[in-house]
């Protein structure tokens, strides 16, 4: 199964302007991107004094203000929202969006984040294992008319999910990279795995392993998209193209493990990276263009960009 291109962007991150939120999301809809994305933090990181929004109500918002892109969020805290409630918010969201609503899952990591707000942090076998009940209770809840699971870390009885989603299988995208468990559950559950902060050379090594998940348990591995959150940043200057992307990269750190796949430079350069990525089989790129995210450049790598690879 060959998978065409898509394009999402990071909405802004750490700040309390709806109006920048709002602008970055309608530019997005304007230049083609596929989807926008949020972050599911209830602190500014690595700044916790910067303002930042609730991830399910500001999505929200963005679905009330869009019409064709796709709506989600990298990744939601498998702690922070009970598996039923969640399986609701999500179908709801997906009604009264049209259908344009992707669930992407993550095991958690911030644990300075859980201590503030109350909640106890797990070991990582454990988050792990409550994200696998997770999954299976959502997909369960979104298909079946009565769901009852009695799982080790979450249960729920004769639970009613209604309406169902609008979609007939509501996308589930799960981020992470480990080898032996996360991606066994991104075999099992996902129809998008998105790698954050890996290198060139590791995207085709932890393809090939989530590719024998895939067979062990008789799925065929090219249902599922490969995706990669990178830095996105283009000019039409090259020096001022590496002066965007260096800025970025001191901003957000944890993404300079992944600077040999970051679309960055000018339209020229930034074609030739897509090539290089779509030969490791990447297909979805999420790109995060600063903190701020300025519709400019949002609308140029529309235009020098994502038109070039329509169809694609």
Not at 66 to 86: D, M
Not at 94 to 103: A, C, K, Q, T, Y
Not at 192 to 199: D, E, F, Q, R, Y
Not at 214 to 226: F, H, K
Request: glycine share 8%.
């Amino acid at each position: 199964m060959s998978h065409p291109v898509r394009f999402g962007l990071m909405l802004p991150q750490s700040n309390s302007s709806w109006a920048r939120v709002h602008e970055a999301a309608q530019a997005a809809e304007e230049s083609g991107f596929d989807s926008v994305w949020c972050v599911d933090h209830f602190v500014g990181i690595p700044m916790e004094e910067v303002p930042i929004f609730e991830a399910w109500t500001e999505i929200a918002a963005v679905a009330a203000v869009t019409r064709r892109v796709r709506l989600g969020h990298l990744v939601l805290c498998v702690n922070y929202r009970p598996p039923a409630l969640l399986a609701k918010m999500a179908s709801t969201l997906d009604v009264l969006s049209g259908g344009r609503m992707i669930l992407g899952m993550g095991a958690g990591w911030h644990a300075g984040e859980y201590e503030e707000y109350g909640y106890e942090f797990p070991s990582i076998g454990k988050r792990l294992a409550q994200l696998d009940e997770t999954l299976t209770i959502l997909r369960r809840m979104w298909t079946e008319d009565r769901t009852t699971v009695a799982g080790r870390h979450f249960q729920v009885t004769n639970a009613v999910c209604n309406p169902k989603p609008a979609q007939k299988r509501l996308p589930i995208l799960v981020g992470g990279a480990g080898e032996k468990v996360l991606l066994r559950h991104v075999a099992r559950h996902a129809d998008i795995w998105n790698n954050l902060g890996i290198t060139h050379g590791d995207v085709a090594k932890k393809r090939a392993i989530l590719d024998e998940h895939c067979r062990a348990i008789g799925r065929d591995p090219s249902e599922i998209v490969t995706s990669q959150q990178i830095v996105g940043a283009i000019a039409l200057d090259r020096a001022e193209a590496q002066r965007r992307s260096d800025a970025i990269l001191t901003e957000l750190a944890f993404l300079a493990g992944s600077r040999d796949l970051a679309l960055t430079g000018t339209p020229d350069e930034i074609h030739a990276r897509v090539k290089k990525n779509r030969a490791l089989g990447i297909s979805s790129f999420v790109m995060t263009l600063g903190r701020k995210v300025d519709p400019e450049e949002v609308r140029l790598f529309g235009r020098e960009v994502i038109a070039a690879c329509a169809g694609s």
